[in-house]
């Protein structure tokens, strides 16, 4: 893998190439770069192998692993009966939930109707709701033009690719002056598609939010005026003229730099950014459902990388997410603990969590509602085996559910993507499950 380009992270399309910004990359020991961790390693945990998996913390990486061993609420731990699974929600849910640590949940807020116009074979609204904290929270909704009736319903969770600055822009497209940056994004990692748009065509009603600290979320350079710190000064850097591609490009390599400020600082208010992922994106959820045009019992989520972090956490924790689809964000802690945490943003991780759940036990709280994952063989925010091993866990849990027919997992040729051929598994499998017969 070829050493990242700081001057072009603002083409980057996923987190790796973006996370030279991260503050994380720093950790790496001495002579583990980019050119050594991005190849596919054997299983980290065969003590023979340990010399050639060059983990990223040296020789204390056999021994962090060593620490974790089947995580003690797995529901596949022999402890736990099939004719158990109630309890063993109730129990994984609650402890889940107390170490996330979300934030307060605010009421539903009053939602304010900013544009309406159809473009694209689409009705679109541009709305905003007011949190109790922030600015406000910028959305879209799409549906089909002439629907009449409730229709089933998808919230759309747009990527984090290193690119703060935009938020639901880069999964939708509302006109035909859309920014150059936002165009490539989309032929980057979508196949050149705007697929809450493409989704939204095949019958759905269809809201992408920008997420905490994206888009409208974003914290200002005005927010911050007294940091001097390095990266992080904010001297001779403007909020004026934001929509100018060097201002774009200068932001997103700012606030990669912030981003472990606002991680460190979330954990010393008792938060963690999962938590506040999920509060937020359950604001938006109770929005969806509440509208006249949704029907509230078959509603969807899904998204890309950052999106599929997202998913993780929100289909995993509330079962109003009746079909879930994650792409490209599953793996499990013992990849991140040896390999990839360096690949991946601070918002990823809810501390003392893996002691519980190993990671993709965590969208495995739904079962047995339907769920699909997506990845990408040479996906390089990841080993293969782990991804591969994360795969067999939720068929796993699954199974045991007796919902076997309840789980897909898939995996396709290339990199870190969400293309053509992924998008089309996962609308169908969408329609699969909340449209009706």
């Given at each position: 893998m070829a050493k990242v380009d700081m001057k072009s992270n603002q083409t980057r399309r996923t987190f790796?190439?973006?996370?030279?910004?991260?503050?994380?990359?720093?950790?790496?020991?001495?002579?583990?770069?980019?050119?050594?961790?991005g190849e596919h390693q054997t299983n980290p945990m065969t003590p023979e192998m340990v010399p050639e998996t060059k983990s990223i913390i040296g020789l204390y990486g056999s021994w962090a692993a060593s620490l974790q061993t089947q995580p003690s609420l797995s529901f596949r731990n022999a402890r736990w009966k099939p004719e158990q699974l109630t309890r063993w929600k109730k129990e994984a849910l609650e402890k889940t939930r107390e170490l996330v640590a979300a934030p307060p949940q605010p009421a539903t807020p009053e939602v304010r109707i900013d544009r309406t116009f159809e473009y694209d074979g689409l009705m679109i609204e541009e709305i905003s709701w007011q949190l109790p904290y922030g600015r406000p929270t910028r959305a879209v909704v799409l549906k089909p033009k002439g629907a009449k009736e409730p229709l089933p319903a998808i919230l759309?969770?747009?990527?984090?690719?290193?690119?703060?600055?935009?938020?639901?822009?880069?999964?939708?497209?509302?006109?035909?002056?859309?920014?150059?940056?936002l165009t490539e994004h989309q032929r980057e990692d979508y196949s050149g598609r705007a697929w809450a748009n493409d989704v939204a065509r095949r019958g759905y009603v269809v809201l992408v939010?920008?997420?905490?600290?994206?888009?409208?979320?974003?914290?200002?350079?005005e927010d911050v005026v007294d940091l001097k710190y390095e990266g992080l000064d904010t001297r001779g850097r403007t909020d004026a003229d934001p929509e100018k591609t060097e201002h774009i490009e200068a932001y997103n390599k700012w606030s990669a730099e912030h981003e472990h400020v606002m991680s460190k600082s979330l954990f010393c208010a008792g938060t963690t950014w999962p938590g506040v992922f999920l509060s937020e994106d359950q604001v938006a959820l109770s929005i969806l459902c509440g509208r006249k045009d949704v029907d509230a019992q078959r509603v969807g989520c899904g998204g890309l990388s950052g999106g599929g972090l997202r998913t993780v956490y929100l289909a995993g924790m509330d079962s109003r997410i009746k079909c879930c689809v994650c792409v490209g964000f599953m793996t499990t802690w013992d990849d991140l603990t040896?390999?990839?945490t360096y690949t991946h943003t601070w918002m990823t991780y809810t501390p003392l969590l893996p002691r519980y759940l190993d990671f993709p036990e965590i969208l495995g709280l739904r079962v047995p509602l339907p769920t699909m994952i997506q990845c990408n063989n040479q996906d390089e925010l990841y080993t293969l085996p782990e991804m591969k091993t994360a795969d067999k866990i939720l068929g796993e849990v699954f199974k045991k559910a007796?919902?076997?027919?309840?789980?897909?997992?898939r995996f396709y040729d290339g990199e870190h993507k969400f293309d053509q051929a992924m998008q089309t598994d996962a609308f169908d499998w969408f329609d699969r499950w909340l449209k009706k017969a």
């Open positions: 790796i190439k973006a996370s030279v910004l991260t503050g994380t990359v720093p950790f790496l020991p001495p002579g583990i770069g980019f050119d050594a961790v759309a969770l747009h990527d984090h690719a290193g690119k703060k600055y935009f938020g639901y822009r880069k999964i939708v497209k509302t006109g035909d002056d859309q920014h150059p940056l939010h920008d997420a905490f600290a994206f888009g409208s979320r974003r914290v200002l350079y040896l390999h990839k007796g919902a076997e027919d309840r789980y897909a997992g």
